[in-house]
T-cell receptor, first 116, second 114 residues
Framework: AQTVTQSQPEMSVQEAETVTLSCTYD???????LFWYKQPPSRQMILVIR??????QNATENRFSVNFQKAAKSFSLKISDSQLGDTAMYFC?????????????FGTGTLLAVQP | NAGVTQTPKFQVLKTGQSMTLQCAQD?????MSWYRQDPGMGLRLIHY???????DQGEVPNGYNVSRSTTEDFPLRLLSAAPSQTSVYFC?????????????FGAGSRLTVL
């Protein structure tokens, strides 16, 4: 069975600074995908970034980037130049590849507060 | 383009009552799913469907029924609500294929069972 672990229940960062959220996962699969979702106070789930396990290059989306360490089964999210709008719950999630199903397995989340 | 629409957004039930959470998507997605979100537990999969007429159980299916008669709709039924089903429910959909299929989520439905 696959598991996703987020060991930081809460984090705080000053506006304009950089913060890294941790995520580790466990799987015996070789084909899979990893995601970070953001959930602001509005409750809407918003995709932040995704990574295909077969790609060695770390994914980036503007101020968001990941550090994907496949051997260590680690998938951390770095937010640069933090903004007040980044305040949200962040979820790391895992999906087995191959397309049989699109089941997402979520971690328990990290609540990020960006301080002015 | 409405995306994934969930109704109602809020609902209060008494123990033993039944209700249906509605989910509709207009993106012609084959895959649809229901999650529940509880404090400290992330989102957990209840049921999912890979196409009309096909449904399967997720991690926490007990107490919930689903059906998929059309591509667009995937209702979640609580036949006899229990306080343990107090939660926020999310419907999500995506294309079905071998790529990194990104799920699109609805806005969520907050259910309280007294």
């Amino acid at each position: 069975a696959q598991t996703v672990t987020q060991s930081q229940p809460e984090m705080s960062v000053q506006e304009a600074e950089t913060v890294t959220l941790s995520c580790t996962y466990d799987t015996s699969e070789s084909n899979y995908y990893l995601f970070w979702y953001k959930q602001p106070p509005s409750r809407q789930m918003i995709l932040v970034i995704r990574q295909e396990a077969y790609k060695q290059q770390n994914a980036t989306e503007n101020r968001f980037s990941v550090n994907f360490q496949k051997a260590a089964k680690s998938f951390s999210l770095k937010i640069s130049d933090s903004q007040l709008g980044d305040t949200a719950m962040y979820f790391c999630a895992f999906m087995i590849g191959g397309g049989a199903t699109n089941k997402l397995i979520f971690g328990t989340g990290t609540l990020l507060a960006v301080q002015p | 383009n409405a995306g994934v629409t969930q109704t109602p957004k809020f609902q209060v039930l008494k123990t033993g009552q039944s209700m249906t959470l509605q989910c509709a998507q207009d993106m012609n997605h084959e895959y649809m799913s229901w999650y529940r979100q509880d404090p400290g537990m992330g989102l957990r999969l209840i049921h999912y469907s890979v196409g009309a007429g096909i449904t399967d159980q997720g991690e926490v299916p007990n107490g919930y029924n689903v059906s998929r008669s059309t591509t667009e709709d995937f209702p979640l039924r609580l036949l006899s609500a229990a306080p343990s089903q107090t939660s926020v429910y999310f419907c999500a959909s995506s294309r079905q294929g071998s790529g990194a299929n990104v799920l699109t989520f609805g806005a969520g439905s907050r259910l309280t069972v007294l």
